[in-house]
T-cell receptor
Framework: AQSVTQPDIHITVSEGASLELRCNYS??????LFWYVQSPGQGLQLLLK??????LVQGIKGFEAEFKRSQSSFNLRKPSVHWSDAAEYFC?????????????FGQGTELSVKP | DTEVTQTPKHLVMGMTNKKSLKCEQH?????MYWYKQKAKKPPELMFV???????INESVPSRFSPECPNSSLLNLHLHALQPEDSALYLC???????????????FGNGTRLTVT
């Protein structure tokens, strides 16, 4: 069965430090991959997506993610974290031939930022 | 600012009440979705409408009744809810692309529902 794993439930980083959030997926082919961010009381905002092509994708707010087929991973990175990045981050996949937006979400990683 | 608008932002209702959640988008998206999200959990898909027709119902109890009156509007009618139905209800929309469905979802900010 398709699944998405975000191994870290909660991460704390200092402001200005680099960040990497991990995401592994289980799927036979290359799915469509997404990272969403959710601030408290808000909906989900798309940070970036990967469909094909260059395996390093750039997103909004200075985020990037790298697709590694051999590791079935799609880790999210940011070189310098800002206090406003504190939020919940969800990795999601849309399997091939997915009908109707049945995204499979990971459990989420909560990011806290220390001053 | 989100391009998917949900009202109300907050709703408190008793178990015998009838209420409705509303969602609107003007991006020309022809797929609209209802998700339910409990605290500290990922969203769970409830319903999908494609071209204003219900295409997916994820075995949602009948006390939740979706409606898509036109391509811009999506409603979720609530009746006889239980306290465990308290959650954040998110609406989302996307383009429908022929063949592989790969358009990202655009989410609204949700309605925080409390059932007393």
């Amino acid at each position: 069965a398709q699944s998405v794993t975000q191994p870290d439930i909660h991460i704390t980083v200092s402001e200005g430090a680099s960040l990497e959030l991990r995401c592994n997926y289980s799927y036979g082919a290359t799915p469509y991959l997404f990272w969403y961010v959710q601030s408290p009381g808000q909906g989900l905002q798309l940070l970036l997506k990967y469909f094909s092509g260059d395996t390093l994708v750039q997103g909004i707010k200075g985020f990037e993610a790298e697709f590694k087929r051999s590791q079935s991973s799609f880790n999210l990175r940011k070189p310098s974290v800002h206090w406003s990045d504190a939020a919940e981050y969800f990795c999601a996949v849309a399997p091939w031939g997915n009908q109707g937006g049945k995204l499979i979400f990971g459990q989420g990683t909560e990011l806290s930022v220390k001053p | 600012d989100t391009e998917v608008t949900q009202t109300p932002k907050h709703l408190v209702m008793g178990m015998t009440n009838k209420k409705s959640l509303k969602c609107e988008q003007h991006m020309g998206h022809r797929a609209m979705y209802w998700y339910k999200q409990k605290a500290k959990k990922p969203p769970e898909l409830m319903f999908v409408y494609s071209y204003e027709k219900l295409s997916i119902n994820e075995s949602v109890p009948s006390r939740f009744s979706p409606e898509c009156p036109n391509s811009s509007l999506l409603n979720l009618h609530l009746h006889a809810l239980q306290p465990e139905d308290s959650a954040l209800y998110l609406c989302a929309s996307t383009h429908l692309v022929k063949g592989r469905d790969n358009s990202p979802l655009h989410f609204g900010n949700g309605t925080r529902l409390t059932v007393t």
